[in-house]
Structures are given as structure tokens and as C-alpha cells.
């Protein structure tokens, strides 16, 4: 009796056995499950990256555009458009890459562009054979490449300081001694007990000084340069020439041919009270003589307002023809016709003589200055001519030249 109920249980560990090795290829069937699924993922993770680094070189391939203009084939802003580009071969996918650009609003309110949205979107179709795709964004903005030379300004709050670490108003020729302080001689001064300017290099105030040296370039450290207690305010620019018969466009505004030179004065008439007399002296190397006039291309000229209680001036500034010394009485004169006769353009982004704009900008009537002006510039162009007008300049088209004069005299 006891060896028969030993026989019925021998069978039990053969089914425990087959339950366990059941139980064990589930098991293993999770695990290769996993595995694959792993493997996937990996797969399309390497795919995805380098859909990410395809779509990326192509916003940086834009990004680093050439110039804003379209031009040819060249990576410009303005070839920045809808594209279907050729597929990429990758590691283990081929990329299809596609590129839509908003156009830009900001022209609907604005003169010139700011910026394109631009956005990539890579696709291709994994081991699978399911679609998958990846898509960045950007914004590209309208600058010009030539002014990434602007990030070398020091951030002194003035984007056009420091050159020479002096303010921008002191003559780069102003000679620097050190002290925080540079002298200049005005030119077109004759005899002795000439003229002499001491700017400050952080503000370009003007201290009035007296010297007999003629010129800068003849200043050295122990030359006689005595300065009193009167202060001042610089107005400086050039007068430039398009004095021929042929109507001046808006490139001759921009680079004049050097035609005839004139002799002239600049006269600054200020209409602020308070000036000591008599308010502000003018200098200028204008051409003496018919044969230096040939070889000028421009005529430099410097005023010193003479600081009132206030500080400020208001005023006007014009150009006084001279005589050459060896054309005898022949003059020339400023007017609406006649020979010979000239019209003064004036250099100004302003639309016409009634748009407010900042005294910097040169308006026909400088109004409360506090501030030094530099660049106030003049165009002399033939009686019968009309002053050229253009666009002003606007570096976000790549155009840094101001172009655009308006009548100055006679008064229009």
C-alpha cells in the first residue's frame, strides 16, 4: 500500500517543471519584446539627431548671410524664401527638407524690413515605415553683415564714440597730449596770433587759446598754446562740389565729382540771446586760387559757438561766396540763375523743410543745441540744377550714404 501512493505523486515535478520553463518563455519573450522596442527607439533617437543637425545647418547656413540684397544665386536675405531643397542622404535614412518663410510685417509699418521667420522641417520614414519628421525655428533679422564691425564700439552709450578714445566731435588731426584734453589750429587763418582750440576728449567742449603756430601739424608739447577762460560749442562738417552743367542724380550726391572747388565762408547767424559778441567764429580751408580750386574735392570747415549763460544756441548757418585772389573781379554768387551762379543743397535725412527732425540731422534751422554737431555737410551744385534727393541713409538695406539734400540758398 505504501509503494502505490509513492507511484502517483512521481509525476507531479514533470509538470512543475513544464509550468516553469512556460513561465521562463513568457519571460523571455518580454525581454526580446524590450529589447526590440529598445533597438526602435535607439534607432530612431540616431535618426532624429541627425535630422535636428540637417535642420540646423541649414538656419545657420542663413543665418550667415552674405548681404541683404538678392543677388544670383548667394545666400542674401532677400533669397530667403519657400524652398523644397534636394533630399540628404544620412546614416541610416534619407532626409527630405523643406523651408517656408513669413514674410516680413514689419514693412507694412516700417520703411524697410526688420526680420523673416524661417522655419525648416526635415522628414523621413524610419525602419518601420513610419513617416517621421522634426521642424525648427527661427528669427532672421535685416542687418547688415558689415556692421557686425559695430560690436567693437566701446559701450560708452554713444554708438559712433570713441574714435581715438576722444569724443567723436574733436578733429581726428586734433593733436593729443595726454590730460584728458587735445589742441587744434583752425585752418584758413592768416598772420600771427592765430586762433586755438582746446577740446575736452570726454565732452568736446572748446576752450578758446591763442597760438602762432598756422597749422596742427606743426604742434608739438611745448608749443605756445595759451587758452583763457572762454568756452564753446563745435559745428563742423564739408562743403562738397557738383559744380558742372550736368543735372547731379543721387550717386553724384553721394560721391561728387570733384568739379570746380569754390572760395567761400561759412557764416553762423544765431538767433539765441545772451551770445557774447560775436557769437561764434567760422574757419575753413577753402581754395584761394582758380588753380588750387581744380585739385579740392571737398572744403572742411569748423565753428565755435561761443557758450552762453544757458549753454544752448539757436541759429542758422550759410554759405558767403569769396572771390579767388587771381580771377580779378571775377566773382560768383548765390543764386536761383545766372552765371555764374550756384545753389547750396543741404545734407539732411529730412523729406522737406518742414519735417521736425533732431538738430544732429541738420535742419535748416538748428533749434536749443547743447550738444557738439559734426557732419553738417553741403552740396554746391550749378544755379539751374536742383539739389539730387534720394533715400536717406539706411543701413538696413546696406546703403550707409545719405544721399537726400534739400535746398538751402537761396532760401526756397
Not at 49 to 74: K, T
Not at 246 to 266: K, M, R, S
Request: hydrophobic share 40%; net charge neutral.
Amino acid at each position: 500500500m505504501r509503494r502505490q501512493k509513492q507511484d502517483r505523486q512521481t509525476g507531479i515535478a514533470l509538470v512543475e517543471a513544464l509550468l516553469a520553463l512556460a513561465v521562463m518563455a513568457f519571460g523571455m519573450l518580454a525581454v526580446v519584446g524590450v529589447q526590440a522596442t529598445l533597438r526602435q527607439n535607439a534607432d530612431v533617437a540616431k535618426q532624429r539627431s541627425e535630422a535636428v543637425r540637417i535642420a540646423q545647418a541649414e538656419i545657420e547656413r542663413w543665418r550667415a548671410y552674405a548681404g541683404l540684397q538678392a543677388a544670383g544665386g548667394l545666400v542674401s536675405y532677400g533669397n530667403l524664401q519657400d524652398a523644397t531643397l534636394a533630399s540628404v542622404a544620412g546614416g541610416n535614412a534619407d532626409y527630405s527638407v523643406t523651408r517656408s518663410v513669413e514674410p516680413d510685417q514689419s514693412a507694412l509699418i516700417l520703411p524697410y524690413p526688420i526680420y523673416k521667420t524661417y522655419t525648416v522641417d526635415v522628414g523621413w520614414t524610419d525602419r518601420n515605415g513610419l513617416p517621421q519628421s522634426v521642424r525648427l525655428s527661427t528669427a532672421v533679422a535685416a542687418v547688415a553683415p558689415q556692421l557686425s564691425g559695430t560690436l567693437g564700439v566701446p559701450a560708452s552709450g554713444d554708438p559712433f564714440s570713441q574714435p581715438g578714445g576722444r569724443n567723436r566731435s574733436v578733429p581726428p588731426s586734433a593733436r593729443d597730449w595726454g590730460g584728458g584734453s587735445s589742441d587744434f589750429v583752425p585752418p584758413g587763418q592768416p598772420g600771427n596770433n592765430l586762433v586755438g582750440w582746446r577740446f575736452d576728449n570726454i565732452t568736446g567742449e572748446i576752450t578758446f587759446c591763442t597760438t602762432n603756430i598756422t597749422s596742427t601739424a606743426l604742434l608739438t608739447a611745448s608749443t605756445d598754446f595759451t587758452c583763457g577762460p572762454n568756452k564753446g560749442t563745435l559745428l563742423s562738417g564739408f562743403v562738397r562740389f557738383a559744380t558742372g552743367a550736368a543735372q547731379p542724380d543721387a550717386a553724384t550726391a553721394e560721391f561728387p565729382p570733384i568739379g570746380l572747388a569754390l572760395n567761400l565762408d561759412v557764416e553762423l547767424t544765431l538767433t539765441s540771446p545772451n551770445h557774447p559778441s560775436p557769437g561764434s567764429i567760422c574757419f575753413d580751408d577753402a581754395p584761394l586760387t582758380l588753380a588750387a580750386a581744380a585739385t579740392v574735392a571737398a572744403v572742411n570747415y569748423y565753428c565755435a559757438i561761443l557758450a552762453s549763460p544757458a549753454n544752448t544756441w539757436t541759429g542758422i548757418s550759410n554759405l558767403v561766396p569769396r572771390a579767388f585772389t587771381d580771377a580779378g573781379a571775377v566773382v560768383w554768387t548765390i543764386a536761383a540763375s545766372g552765371a555764374p551762379a550756384y545753389k547750396v543743397c543741404r545734407y539732411t535725412p529730412a523729406a522737406n523743410d518742414t519735417a521736425v527732425i533732431a538738430n544732429a540731422m541738420h535742419p535748416r534751422n538748428y533749434s536749443t543745441v547743447t550738444k557738439p554737431l559734426t557732419r553738417q555737410n553741403f552740396l554746391v551744385i550749378a544755379a539751374a540744377n536742383t539739389c539730387p534727393t534720394d533715400m536717406a541713409a539706411n543701413p538696413a538695406t546696406g546703403d550707409f550714404v545719405n544721399s537726400n539734400t534739400l535746398v538751402h540758398q537761396p532760401a526756397p
